[in-house]
């Protein structure tokens, strides 16, 4: 296998004990909980209004909100995976490195984060511009019935006035992550948590704002966290501010650009098929009738929490796993991939169990309209088995994304596509609401199958470094 260039003793060797797989993954693991809190804080605030229609419409604009977003958190694992291979490819790396000291030229790490955040910003301006057109065509193309399609609207005009800073937020998560920073991310995502509380809360009940208070406090939330991550980077980097906002052009080159570019339209392609499958779940619902849009806009909050909690240590394989590729060494990597994924069932087995557990109280939190509470109650076990169902799915997008592998993420993307959307509509005809819950299980475990044949493939033939492009 080639291996790189630098001597190994110019490098100390990836730390791969369990112990690091979980210093890594811990604080992603809380930082990540921040992220789906907000929107659960939300849904229970709405949830106890007694009133279906904004429940069920706020299901809708947290759905149309994830089709828009999640579609570009390429900024995230794009930033993750190319700052990882950084690491791994410098000589002078060390567990708590500096990379730059206070000096007028950025960093390579620091041109990543650059390029991230100018592409957030453009992509955020250009859904702000064009926020009339996405709300209306997308609650209709969500089937959204009058009232709940009303009670969206009037949170969406609030939120998107958020999305730039959203966007950013994922290119700061990305860039913390692959260096494994993961005490940043906790400090901005609990900043962004905490203080949307306490917002939301206050907009609420103490200004009697309704739907509009529940975005105005998310959206002012985040844009005071991307100041903090602002200033959590130059902290890190330990440059002054003039630096932060100094390009570098040797680190904009045509080269590194196809590069950033490349890797993104893949992870772009993969995530909208993923948004859109979403999408269709919801669609199938609303055209269901708000009860059961409402019921499962609280049990889809079940993965939403799951999922942040696992890619904790999905994290952990792509920062370890992109610093082997950097390296090309691959029986390390080999190494990373079989303890990570231990890691990540065990912590699976562990979330089923506290679901099981906690699913009656977490449902009385989050409504007090019987008939949803009802119906969500009777499906409430397709939910608490969601970690063990979804789990592979999560633990291997982190080994893929470690590898900068975007051709086989795009591709597995369009093969799942192919099979999910058929199959889902012939579970949905025969068995309703509980074909929609068979389809998001289907929609998890075929992410599993057909990621986890492309690993086998690559670990048969002895060709990982096949998985990473060229340019």
């Known amino acids: 296998m080639p291996m790189t260039t630098s001597p190994p003793s110019a490098m100390p060797p990836i730390d791969t004990r369990y112990a690091r797989i979980t210093a890594i993954a811990l604080p992603v693991l809380l930082a990540n909980l921040a992220m789906p809190l907000q929107s659960v804080i939300d849904t229970a605030i709405v949830g106890n209004m007694n009133d279906t229609a ?63 955040l100018l592409l957030a910003f453009a992509i955020g301006s250009i859904l702000l511009l064009a926020k009339p057109w996405l709300i209306d065509f997308g609650l209709q193309a969500l089937s959204a019935n009058p009232e709940s399609g009303q009670a969206a609207k009037i949170y969406l005009d609030v939120r998107f006035w958020g999305v730039i800073a959203e966007l950013m937020n994922f290119a700061f998560i990305g860039w913390f992550a692959g260096q494994g920073k993961t005490r940043y991310m906790l400090y901005q995502q609990g900043f962004i948590a905490m203080l949307n509380i306490i917002l939301t809360l206050f907009f609420v009940y103490g200004m009697q704002m309704g739907l509009v208070g529940v ?36 680190h904009f080159s045509k080269e590194k650009m196809l590069r950033l570019f490349s890797l993104n339209k893949d992870i772009f392609i993969r995530t909208l098929i993923l948004t859109l499958s979403f999408a269709w779940i919801t669609r199938l619902s609303a055209q269901s009738g708000d009860v059961i849009l409402a019921a499962n806009a609280i049990l889809l909050q079940v993965l939403s929490i799951s999922a942040f ?30 303890r990570t994924g231990i890691v990540s069932y065990g912590l699976a087995i562990t979330l089923s169990a506290i679901w099981w557990l906690a699913m009656p109280t977490y449902l009385q939190f989050m409504t007090n309209i019987e008939s949803v509470f009802t119906l969500a109650y009777e499906y409430h076990l397709y939910a608490v088995l969601l970690p063990l169902v979804g789990v592979g799915a999560y633990w291997l997008d982190g080994i893929f994304f470690g590898l900068t592998a975007g051709n086989v993420i795009r591709n597995a993307a369009l093969i799942l596509a192919a099979i999910f959307f058929p199959l889902s509509w012939l579970l949905y005809q025969q068995w309703d609401m509980t074909g929609i819950w068979l389809s998001v299980w289907c929609l998890l475990l075929l992410r599993l199958v057909i990621l986890g044949g492309f690993l086998y493939r690559a670990h048969q033939t002895a060709s990982y470094e096949k998985l990473q492009p060229t340019v």
């Open 54 to 116: 904004k429940l069920a419409g706020m299901g809708l604009a947290i759905q149309l909100l994830s089709l828009l977003l999640v579609s570009f958190n390429f900024l995230q694992y794009a930033s993750s995976g190319l700052s990882a291979q950084a690491l791994g490819q410098s000589v002078n790396h060390v567990d708590n490195s500096t990379h730059t000291t206070k000096s007028s030229t950025p960093s390579p790490l620091l041109s990543i984060l650059q390029r991230a």
């Open 215 to 250: 975005a105005l406090g998310t959206t002012i939330a985040f844009w005071l966290g991307m100041i903090l991550a602002l200033w959590l980077s130059r902290q890190h980097l330990q440059i002054s501010w003039q630096a932060l906002f100094t390009a570098d052009k040797q």
């Open 309 to 338: 909690a696992l890619d904790g240590v999905a994290v952990s394989a792509e920062t370890l796993s992109g610093q082997a590729a950097g390296r090309r060494d691959w029986p390390r990597f080999r190494i990373i991939v079989k």
